[in-house]
């Protein structure tokens, strides 16, 4: 009897609210919109990390951060950790990875990363498989680099690649350029023609993929795109779907410039210090940008088309649908979709990522259709889960067990599966060190409330922290961490978050390039 | 930021004369530094070429084998300044400290060459310390 084949697709940097199903109005999302209506919708799923290689390390490995060992952007997910893939394979499942890998640095001129060298020599890595996958094809946001995306352009359409944004500067930063009409950093007028963008052609070669297997054949793909993840240039021919002087600004950005302060003022000081152009924590951020020149329209215009981009997706992954009931595996397959961090779109008068851990950046998208012949019963799960759950998920549709090596467990189908099995709490955690300023944050999600602990760094003196009450505050603008009347309540949360803390990776992993 | 300084270092069960025999001697980088496929040294230039075929052009700066410091510039166009700094100290009980510091404009290449030579740094004491163990 054939197993239920696996269908993930991972976006980048998507925030909740960009999905229809999750009341998003900006973006017209009627593939994944189907996907949740007759599967389950999460309403409350959080990364490990907000930022992508130890988010993604944990998708793939099952664990948290500190365990596997990649704590920030730069640091190499080794290559012999342990792989869902991997599991998959071993147990008779083809695999594949299609789309961005990001388990490895980007920024390699010596070429020393594996994920970075295996597009010179094909889509087969040497010895069968990488990280448990046996069929690889990689792209990540732009058209330079050594990844397959990048190497087709270059053989089949190398007039185009000069037209797509320059992700990093002369000075190999993070680009704070824009030349859409706003000005705003990361946008651009990209001429590329729909077809030949990433977001296609991931598409195109998971149908590839899809097409090389037999009938009777157990798979499980890892579709992965860029995508909606900055820079903004989707193909200019789609920009006009979205006027972007139409854009209602987001509920969690003031156009009061007091009012922004205010409310930044009241979290840890790296929130002013960031937001005045004062310090920079972080690579994943334009270094020559600040946050506090961010103007209406370019909130509006960064938003536009970052819905634009979520429509591609959505619409791609409608053509991999397509072709998976053209194969008759329709009621065969399980889609689990989601994205690997949210993003700051105008919150708090902010845009990209960092060390803040609120919804914009921990709220995700996270879909799961289980295959039809499973027989399971739409829902809406608003307990707390994380990334960490989806291994052993795919793990139980495979008919695995779940090795002991995965910390999380597999996704509750219901609340009540949830309380069952006693999915109470999620925790996020951040730690950077880059050029001398050292942000270390730990942060549990549970009953409503978000609470962030501070450890000893740069700008941090180890007592500060953040605490929102989700319901009455769901922007978190007010800090409840020294409100007296919520003592009690923060103690509680801090106990259950250090008593939750996994086990760290042996021996540190040191951080080999930026990104 | 403009400039970045990022070290990594290392501690070699081997007498520092014999990690300074290689470390030392630019022509042998290859044997060491993963990502650098070959090295031509003419003096005191040298140029290596990484595993991207990307050629690096070197200039020595100082190669000093009494106090085993060896120092390079790279004189290739993506930075304004860059210089490294490879350090062997002799910790007295037949084992070494390598460092390798890294300084550059931009600051990010300062990383991409420390964070390479970190790894690299584990290699040759991976190296090194297997040569050491009995048969």
């Known amino acids: 009897m054939p197993r239920r084949k696996i269908l993930f697709v991972t976006t980048d940097q998507q925030r909740y609210d960009t999905l229809g199903c999750n009341g998003g109005t900006l973006a017209s999302t009627p593939v994944v919109d189907a996907i949740a209506a007759s599967g389950i919708r999460y309403e409350r799923a959080h990364p490990q990390s907000v930022v992508c290689m130890p988010s993604r390390a944990t998708m793939l490995t099952g664990q948290y951060p500190t365990t596997h060992g990649v704590w920030m952007n730069g640091v190499p997910l080794p290559v012999n950790a342990p792989s869902v893939a991997a599991v998959l394979h071993r147990a008779g499942y083809h695999t594949a990875l299609i789309g961005k890998p990001h388990f490895e640095p980007f920024l390699d001129p010596f070429l020393r990363f594996a994920e970075n060298a295996i597009a010179q020599h094909g889509t087969t890595p040497s010895g069968g498989t990488h990280r448990g996958f046996e069929h690889l094809e990689f792209a990540t946001h732009t058209a330079a680099g050594p990844l397959h995306y990048s190497r087709w352009l270059l053989a089949e359409h190398p007039e185009v690649i000069g037209g797509f944004y320059s992700v990093l500067d002369s000075a190999l930063q993070v680009n704070a350029a824009g030349d859409g009409d706003t000005g705003a950093p990361q946008v651009h007028v990209n001429p590329v023609p729909r077809e030949w963008y990433h977001t296609d052609w991931v598409a195109d070669r998971t149908i590839a993929w899809l097409d090389s297997l037999g009938a009777d054949d157990d798979w499980f793909c890892w579709m992965s795109f860029p995508d909606p993840h900055h820079p903004w240039d989707p193909p200019q021919s789609e920009v006009g779907r979205i006027d972007w002087h139409e854009v209602p600004l987001p509920p969690g950005y003031s156009t009061d410039a007091s009012d922004r302060e205010r409310i930044i003022d009241d979290k840890p000081r790296h929130w002013r210090l960031w937001y005045d152009g004062e310090l920079v924590s972080n690579y994943e951020a334009p270094a020559e940008w600040v946050p506090a020149t961010l103007t209406p329209d370019q909130v509006r215009e960064v938003n536009a088309r970052n819905a634009v981009e979520c429509e591609l997706i959505d619409e791609a992954l409608g053509r991999v649908l397509a072709r998976i009931d053209e194969r008759g595996w329709g009621d065969d397959v399980d889609v689990v979709f989601t994205t690997d961090h949210g993003e700051l779109q105008g919150d708090f008068g902010l845009l990209f990522k960092g060390p803040y851990h609120v919804d914009a950046l921990m709220r995700l998208p996270l879909v799961w259709r289980p295959a039809r012949s499973a027989g399971a019963t739409a829902a809406v799960v608003r307990s707390p889960v994380g990334l960490i759950d989806l291994a052993p998920t795919f793990c139980t549709i495979a008919g695995l067990e779940t090795p002991e090596w995965m910390q999380g467990q597999a996704l509750p189908e219901t609340d009540a599966d949830a309380d069952e099995r006693s999915f109470e709490r999620v925790l996020t955690e951040w730690d950077s060190e880059l050029f001398g300023v050292g942000v270390h944050v730990r942060t549990i999600t549970r009953g409503g409330w978000v609470c962030s602990a501070y450890r000893t760094g740069t700008v941090h003196d180890g007592t500060e922290g953040e605490l929102y009450d989700l319901e009455d505050d769901p922007l978190q603008q007010h800090n409840r961490w020294n409100d007296p009347a919520c003592r009690s309540q923060r103690d509680d949360l801090l106990a259950d978050l250090w008593d939750n803390q996994p086990p760290a990776h042996e021996p540190r992993l040191q951080l080999e390039a930026p990104v | ?135």
């Open chain 2, 1 to 135: 930021m403009a400039r970045g300084s990022v070290r990594r270092e290392v501690r070699i069960k081997r007498p520092a004369d014999e990690v300074w025999a290689i470390v030392g001697d630019p022509a042998r980088v290859q044997e060491w530094f993963t990502g650098i496929d070959s090295s031509t040294v003419d003096g005191t230039t040298c140029v290596v070429t990484t595993g991207s075929g990307l050629p690096m052009p070197e200039e020595i700066v100082t190669n000093d084998p009494i106090q085993r410091r060896f120092q390079y510039r790279i004189t290739a166009g993506m930075f304004n300044e860059h210089l490294s700094t490879i350090d062997v100290v002799d910790l007295g009980d037949g084992t070494s400290l390598v460092t390798y510091a890294a300084d550059a404009d931009p600051g990010t290449m300062a990383l991409i060459i420390a964070g390479a030579a970190g790894s690299a740094l584990l290699e040759l004491r991976d190296r090194l310390e297997v040569q050491e163990e009995p048969r």
